[in-house]
Nanobody, 117 residues
Framework: QLVESGGGVVPAGGSLRLSCAAS????????MAWYRQAPGRQRELVAS??????DYAESVKGRFPIGIDKDKDTVYLRMDNLKTEDTAVYYC??????????????WGQGTQVTVSS
């Protein structure tokens, strides 16, 4: 299970921090990531992290650092210098290895981020 928090409404140029905590029978988390989906658009990858590497969409590089707390199985997305085009529903994703060493994909419920002009 993935539980997200931290969305909201913020003026352009402002900041927000999203959090996503994984819970359940976890043997290992291979990857955690944030995706977003704006109205009328496809879901897109924002940033991803595994234990030693991270990756970012070009549109957020330098603005949205992603971090992971391995002890808490939690991923964070710090969003700085927000732009109106960042408005979207943000979804947490994780690939988790569970009982039987089977890897599965999990999604959070989504959290709305609205950037006002």
């Amino acid at each position: 299970q993935l539980v997200e928090s931290g969305g909201g409404v913020v003026p352009a140029g402002g900041s927000l921090r999203l959090s996503c905590a994984a819970s359940g029978s976890i043997i290992r988390i291979n990857t955690m990531a944030w995706y977003r989906q704006a109205p009328g658009r496809q879901r897109e990858l924002v940033a991803s992290v595994n234990w030693d590497d991270s990756d970012y969409a070009e549109s957020v590089k330098g603005r949205f650092p992603i971090g992971i707390d391995k002890d808490k199985d939690t991923v964070y997305l710090r969003m700085d210098n927000l732009k109106t085009e960042d408005t979207a529903v943000y979804y947490c994703y994780a690939k988790i290895v569970g009982p039987g060493y089977v890897a599965a994909d999990y999604w959070g419920q989504g959290t709305q981020v609205t950037v006002s002009s």
